[in-house]
């Protein structure tokens, strides 16, 4: 049933020597030929991996580069993310060849904009996030408004947050679990509620969540925070057990999705389910307790109009604790409303 969005955890690649941009470029070539791309197209996402992490080195010294799966659909993507902490980033200018902030020759974010099938940059004082999107040239799917950033703490291969994402139609229905804890228990927890999940997506979310909960009983257990959104009636439902973060952007002012204490798999009180209506031009954003809530997007010029993957990355490099696995999901639900 429609087009499933699956986990993947975001690989962050450091940036602080040049020596490290032939890295960036191996670990890019790699991981695109192990996904089923061409030599042609495994070449061409090196060389975005090349210019980002070179524009970092020359405009920031230091930063970060994200690397992230797009595990839907039969023909897998690659996300590149370019972070930096820099300031005074002259973005116009950056995407003219021939300019370089370091001196340069420059050919960087001109050349990434033509050869990336997705492209989008936000720069503010905080620094600069440019996004790049990738996919077989014989891909003629559509690319996803949706966007996350997922890392598990100190960079453990197993991830105690979890979710997953269907789209069908006009429909969608988005699932963000935390197990508590972290390390492979917690992945247990998480990994049972979201095979639980991705049975029947669109169940009434009550039933649902109660599905996970006899899925999520043999392990530790975990918060759950569920949100599914029909495009045809403009509406959304959302139900949510423990500390999983959900706000909708758009309107006036942000508005925080309630969730009911307790622990899925383990013990809560019957979870209600909340209806919100008239979300077109909305985003909606779910988040594990490892990111902090104190976040306002409106303190972000312009940031609400980017690419939810340039949003998530935004969320992730202001307001990550640092002592937990963190996930931020972004989705347009414009983009969904067809």
């Not at 070449?43 to 010294?61: C, D, F, I």
């Not at 009636?233 to 959302?238: I, T």
């Amino acid at each position: 049933m429609g087009l499933n969005l699956a986990a993947s955890l975001t690989q962050v690649l450091r940036l602080d020597d040049v020596s490290q941009v032939g890295h960036a470029r191996r670990v890019v070539q790699k991981l695109a030929e192990q996904h089923g791309f061409a030599t042609a197209d495994a070449g061409r996402a090196a060389l975005v991996a090349t210019e980002l992490a070179s524009n970092v080195l020359k405009h920031a010294q230091r930063g970060e580069l994200h690397l992230r799966v797009l595990a839907h659909g039969s023909q897998p993507g690659i996300e590149l993310i370019a972070v930096d902490r820099a300031h005074g980033f002259d973005l116009p200018s950056c995407l003219v060849d021939g300019y370089s902030t370091g001196g340069t020759q420059g050919i960087g974010l001109g050349a990434v904009s033509r050869l990336a099938q997705v492209f989008d940059v936000h720069a503010d004082a905080q620094g600069a996030v440019v996004l790049a999107r990738l996919y077989r040239q014989d891909d003629q799917g559509k690319d996803v408004r949706v966007g996350v950033s997922q890392h598990s703490l100190h960079d453990d291969p197993a991830c105690g947050d979890s979710w997953h994402v269907t789209l069908d139609g006009q429909r969608v229905s988005a699932l963000v679990v935390d197990g508590l804890g972290h390390g492979e228990e917690a992945e247990r927890a998480a990994r049972a509620g979201v095979d639980a999940f991705v049975q029947a997506p669109f169940t009434p979310p009550q039933q649902l969540l109660g599905e996970l909960h006899h899925a999520m009983g043999g392990t530790r257990g975990g918060a759950v925070a569920i949100a599914q959104y029909d495009g045809e009636r403009d509406s959304l439902a959302f139900i949510g057990i423990g500390n999983i973060g959900a706000t909708l952007v758009g309107g006036d002012r942000p508005r925080g999705l309630a969730s009911h204490p307790g622990i899925v798999g383990g013990q809560y009180r019957k979870g209600q389910v909340f209806d919100y209506a008239h979300l077109k031009g909305h985003l909606l954003v779910m988040f594990s307790d490892g990111l902090q809530t104190r976040w306002n997007l409106q303190t972000y010029p312009g940031l609400a109009h980017r690419h939810p993957a340039v949003i998530a990355a935004v969320l992730h490099r202001d307001f990550c604790r640092g002592r937990d696995d963190v996930t931020v999901l972004v989705i347009d639900l414009e983009a969904v409303h067809g």
